[in-house]
């Protein structure tokens, strides 16, 4: 008769990508089950659920699970089911999804974000300002003509 083995792990894993391990002895797989929550089954036998495929990055006979593209609806137990011709062995995984590091680089796109608008908007303010002055400019002395231009300019309109 066949062993059951049972085995209890737990995985903080990254939203981008996490492997979780399920490892027998040296004898050959002939089955393997990965379920989450104990009842939505995500592989069996070598194929991957639809409902699951966009997640599932490789599920290979050899046992080890690599999921992607995570969300913390993803939280909770992983149970793999491997068979072989010693028996069963159960692999629960609970596991737990770190979302820190995406968050960091969402901050830093962020701050760049910003930083280029507040660049963007004193290029902006500059131009008005630089063109106020050139077309608005009402001060003879600020007309770019030398002083004395412009007072032989008076002088000829007063003759």
């Not at 069996?44 to 997640?55: K, N, R, T």
Request: include cysteine; glycine fraction near 6%; charge should be negative.
């Amino acid at each position: 008769m066949a062993a059951t083995l049972f085995k209890q792990t737990s995985l903080s894993g990254s939203s981008k990508e996490t492997t979780m391990r399920c490892t027998s002895s040296k004898s050959p797989p002939t089955g393997l089950i990965w379920r989450f929550n104990h009842s939505q089954i995500i592989v069996s036998d070598g194929s991957v659920m639809e409902e699951w495929m966009q997640h599932v990055k490789s599920a290979p006979m050899s046992g080890n699970l690599t999921l992607k593209d995570l969300s913390t609806d993803h939280d909770g137990i992983y149970t793999c089911e491997l068979r072989n011709a010693e028996g069963t062995y159960v692999t629960n995984t609970l596991l737990k999804i770190d979302h820190s590091q995406g968050n960091v680089s969402n901050l830093i796109y962020i701050v760049i974000a910003i930083a280029i608008a507040i660049a963007v908007a004193v290029g902006i303010l500059l131009v008005y300002c630089i063109m106020k002055k050139v077309c608005c400019s009402e001060d003879p002395g600020e007309s770019g003509e030398p002083e004395e231009l412009t007072d032989m300019n008076k002088n000829e309109d007063e003759q």
